[in-house]
């Protein structure tokens, strides 16, 4: 698991979009209205012309990238042992289920569980 959130390997989630391209224009303006910070539904609202598979793909991969920064910080940290739960706090537990290897909620470890959910 260390290796998918290590800098210096393989996985580097991409910053920036090629200029020009619709994507590029899309995360543009998704980030100007993420920094209006007023109005949150306003913020995301589909912009007037734009296709709405494209403005959510832009938001997933944003949301996967800042996701996968969040838990890299913090993988050196939550290891096996230190976090055999993953937990939401003292009131929250979440279980694992994906109909194929884990047919019923199943109780793993914070970082297998992460290890799951990014793969997924």
Known sequence: LKQVFNKDKTFRPRKKFEPGTQRFELYKKAQASLKSGLDLKAVVQLPPGESINDWIAVHVVDFFNRINLIYGTMSEFCTERSCPIMSGGLKYEYRWQDD?????????SAPQYMCMLMDW
């Not at 194929?100 to 793993?108: E, G, R």
Request: charged fraction near 45%.
């Open 100 to 108: 194929c290897k884990y047919k019923k909620p199943t109780k793993l």
